[in-house]
């Protein structure tokens, strides 16, 4: 596809249980960013990926979230036992690379609600 | 000093009118500030963007103010219509720390 493409679109889940959230770039960019979107809020970064490098994972709130992208294209979110205050939009954004100016474009999230 | 301060929090507008929403900076650091659109149910779709060695940026109906001196920057949206109703998000990123710092948002509602 020509966009940032996010999966599941929904995801319900209990308390305590572990979600993974897809992440489809677009193709030919090296830059992948996950944020997260709570309830009438702003958003808030989590991590991000630049090609091979380390990725920056200043903005997970906690040990219970990990990403991984993997042969720098999909990248995967995990969510261990999944709180309630987890319940948010989950956006993905990619860019042709972090180095310069590049516009960031957005999937349109996956919302995820824990019971 | 990563905050991005955004203000109103909801605007409402006539058809015709001018929607001006305004975000403030602390991060002296901070080059690229973008803004964003986003509709219910989807992803923010980008605007407009400013790098400070400029004062205004102008795209259409939307234009951008920066004043590097203040560390304030605004949207403006002359001739406002009610497709234009959706939030709007100012952010701000930084040479070797891309990640977007985002506003709280403005809700925008443009009444016909």
């Known amino acids: 596809g020509a966009g940032v493409s996010q999966s599941p679109s929904n995801k319900v889940t209990e308390k305590g249980k572990d979600v993974e959230l897809r992440c489809d770039p677009i193709?030919?960019?090296?830059?992948l960013y996950w944020y997260r979107q709570s309830l009438g809020q702003g958003l808030e970064f989590l991590i991000y990926?630049?090609?091979?490098?380390?990725?920056?994972k200043s903005g997970l709130p906690s040990d219970r979230f990990s990403a991984e992208r993997t042969g720098g294209s999909v990248s995967t979110l995990t969510i261990q036992r999944t709180q309630q205050e987890d319940s948010a939009v989950y956006l993905c954004?990619?860019?042709?690379?972090?180095?310069?100016?590049?516009?960031?474009?957005f999937g349109d999230g996956t919302r995820l609600s824990i019971l | 000093q990563q905050q991005v301060k955004q203000s109103p929090q909801s605007l409402i507008v006539q058809k015709g009118g001018i929607s001006i929403i305004n975000c403030a900076y602390e991060?002296?650091?901070?080059?690229?500030f973008p803004w964003y659109q986003q509709f219910p149910g989807k992803g923010p779709a980008l605007l407009i963007a400013?790098?400070?060695?400029?004062s205004e940026k102008k795209e259409g109906r939307f234009t951008i103010s920066f004043n590097k001196s203040a560390k304030q920057f605004s949207l403006h949206i002359m001739d406002s219509q009610p497709g234009d109703s959706a939030t709007y998000f100012c952010?701000?990123?930084?040479?070797?720390?891309?990640?977007?710092?985002f506003g709280s948002g403005t809700r925008l509602q443009v009444q016909p």
């Open positions: 991060n002296t650091a901070f080059d690229y």
């Open positions: 990926f630049q090609g091979n490098s380390a990725p920056d």
């Open positions: 193709s030919g960019h090296t830059a």
């Open positions: 954004a990619s860019s042709h690379n972090a180095n310069s100016n590049q516009p960031q474009h």
């Open positions: 400013i790098r400070p060695d400029v």
């Open positions: 952010a701000a990123s930084y040479t070797g720390r891309r990640a977007l710092t």
